[in-house]
């Protein structure tokens, strides 16, 4: 997996619909909300652009198994409802 700005991360996330909360100035947790509840998918990120091992780290954070599709995901070419479907297959999400 390719490495990537911390920026492009984190907008993904926002338009996946995680929210963020920032613990401290360098890192921030990302959460994963769907129907107004939180979920047990998040991952952290911080301000430094991130290698290609901790994309993977991120990867398997997001229950993104395999690696076409988390390039689908951090390009923005996947969805929110394909992402959500396919948690709530794996019963990730309820």
Sequence with gaps: MKARKSKDIQRSL????????SEKDYHQLHYLVVDGKKQAVF????KA?????LM??????????DEKMADSFF???LNNEKY???LR???IVR
């Design 43 to 46: 991952t952290y990120v911080g």
């Design 84 to 86: 959500i479907g396919m």
């Design 49 to 53: 652009p991130l290698s290609s091992e």
């Design 56 to 65: 993977e780290t991120v990867s398997n954070q997001l229950k993104l198994t």
């Design 89 to 91: 297959e794996k019963e």
């Design 14 to 21: 926002q338009k996946q619909g995680f929210e963020s909360y």
């Design 75 to 77: 390009s923005g070419r």
